[in-house]
DNA sequence: GGTTGTAGGATTGTTTGCATCCGACAAAAC
DNA sequence: GTTTTGTCGGATGCAAACAATCCTACAACC
């Protein structure tokens, strides 16, 4: 066996490991917003108990994937119009807090701009009416890679989460179709002011993502979007 | 009884209870950083078994207040330089979101800026060599309202858990010494930018307030701060 | 007919107990 | 004297059982 083999095992502990399934399952739409979840259910079906699993459910619903009502049980969020405003707003900020982070690191954002330029040109090469699926995964991608060159710890974590709500509503909503040429600039506009550490131009092109985004979520649903 | 009591009455769960006493225990410094938390301890004192107490538990390690180590225990984290800047850097994300959501909702921020204007007048008023605790008390009453006036359950929600690490923070490290008049000015500017709509002055008040609060922290240590 | 009271079933909330793992101390071997 | 090793105590991880609460449905009553 190769030396690699013998490196400090890290086990995860259950509840972590019971957490990231459920919350892939949540953000693959494997259960449907609204649906319940029992306990002895899901852990039987799991081969945990129900202590573990309980700790999981409890990190979950403090992400805000789940919501726990007394004595009746756990549930699958049900994102309203308010709620993907605020899901983007707050992406939003977060991922603004980290592009600021990458140009004070590096003013000219190299690194960090030249991966988030190739991650573009991937998704300029899809050509239209490709995998609305495969789409979605290379956009959050950028979103993932400009959050992680920050390297801040707590950026990352509360991103992880608003990702998943992210990918929650993608499936909610049906992915409506969208303008692959506006989401390639959007995205290229970015990449561009992290690359040349220009901060106003930062703020005009996540404003204007932020913008189209909940624009194109919340237009199916032909409703006002209320304040919270 | 007025009618308003016949609200929806939501019954807070226990460990929602337990995590609550917890976190401003540990914000109250009364827990020192480092110090094991043991589950047997805790549950005893707090008068509940280990079950819904180790739920809490995973709540706070989720938040980052706790670290737990596989079978040896929960323990409160020290923080590091690289934390405090991290932690400083993430709640000035939060806030510049908050912020220009305010700006956004109402151009001119009126409602929000006139309370903010307030509490920089309360913190003015507090005369040279009064105590540190309040002025604390005061400056995170200042910034609690700024991300509360944006009506963002997400952002509240995360914004909590920061200024429990804040707090941590500071007791962790006596609260140096700052010049009262630079931080009434700080959020002076910070307040009059909301209320005037100006975004680029914004954005200087906050990176302002960010910097000085880091320095501020980081001063005693002495020691260069890592980038992560 | 509508409302109220009451069992039934099911689910969650909590407690208790056992298995596992880690760290520390002491004893033995070199 | 130093190193290794065995054992002990304590803590967490997990599982199963008990208790309390809630929803649903049906029957009795106004």
Known sequence: MPAS??????????????ARKIRTAIGNGEFEPGTQLGEA???????????????????????????????RGLFVVEPTPADISDIYLTRTAVERGAALKI????????????????IVEKMAALGPGSDPAELSLIDLSFHEAMVRWASSKRLTRIHRTLVTETRMCLVALEQAEYSLQHRVDEHRHIAEAILAGDVPALHRALAEHMDSAIAQLLEPLADGAGTD
């Open 41 to 71: 259910d899901l852990a039987g079906r799991l081969g945990v108990s129900r202590g573990p699993l309980r700790e999981a459910m409890q990190r979950l619903t403090q992400e805000g994937l789940l919501i726990s009502i007394r004595n």
């Open 5 to 18: 083999s013998l490196e400090p095992l890290h086990q995860e502990s259950t509840p972590s490991i019971i």
């Open 103 to 118: 140009i004070e690191l590096d003013r000219t954002g190299s690194e960090a701009g030249a991966e988030l330029l190739a």
